[in-house]
C-alpha cells in the first residue's frame, strides 16, 4: 500500500526570486515520478529527516531533472537540489513553497 501512496503521490515547489534583479529568477517544479521516501532516527525514537528523491519538471522544460529533498522534524529545508539545474540552500535567495499530494498526514 505504501508503494501506491508513492507511486501517485507528488511534490511541487514555487521558488519565489525577491530579490528585485533582473531577469527575475523564479520558477515551479513538480515531481513526476518519487523513487524514494527515507526518514532517519538518530537515536531520538522519531523521524527527525526525511529525504524524498526522484524525477520532476521545471515549468516550460519537457526533460526531466533529478531531485531531492531534505526535511527537518520542523518542516525546515535543509537541502533541494534540483540536478543539472539549480541547488536551493538555506538561506538562499529561492525560498520555496512545498506542496505535497498523496502523502498520509499522520
Given at each position: 500500500?505504501?508503494?501506491?501512496i508513492?507511486e501517485?503521490?507528488?511534490v511541487?515547489a514555487?521558488?519565489?526570486?525577491?530579490?528585485?534583479?533582473?531577469?527575475?529568477?523564479?520558477?515551479?517544479?513538480?515531481s513526476?515520478a518519487?523513487?524514494f521516501?527515507?526518514?532517519?532516527d538518530?537515536?531520538?525514537?522519531f523521524?527527525?529527516?526525511v529525504?524524498?528523491?526522484?524525477?520532476?519538471?521545471?515549468?516550460g522544460?519537457?526533460i526531466?531533472r533529478?531531485?531531492?529533498?531534505?526535511l527537518?522534524?520542523n518542516?525546515q529545508?535543509?537541502?533541494?537540489?534540483i540536478?543539472?539545474?539549480?541547488r536551493f540552500?538555506?538561506g538562499?535567495?529561492?525560498?520555496?513553497d512545498?506542496?505535497f499530494?498523496?502523502?498520509?498526514?499522520?
Amino acid at each position: 500500500m505504501s508503494v501506491k501512496i508513492v507511486e501517485t503521490s507528488t511534490v511541487t515547489a514555487i521558488f519565489v526570486d525577491e530579490s528585485g534583479l533582473t531577469p527575475n529568477r523564479s520558477f515551479t517544479f513538480t515531481s513526476t515520478a518519487i523513487a524514494f521516501v527515507g526518514c532517519f532516527d538518530f537515536g531520538q525514537g522519531f523521524c527527525e529527516l526525511v529525504i524524498i528523491g526522484g524525477m520532476g519538471l521545471v515549468v516550460g522544460e519537457t526533460i526531466p531533472r533529478e531531485f531531492m529533498l531534505s526535511l527537518s522534524i520542523n518542516n525546515q529545508i535543509g537541502n533541494f537540489p534540483i540536478f543539472d539545474f539549480t541547488r536551493f540552500v538555506e538561506g538562499g535567495n529561492l525560498e520555496p513553497d512545498l506542496t505535497f499530494f498523496g502523502c498520509p498526514a499522520t
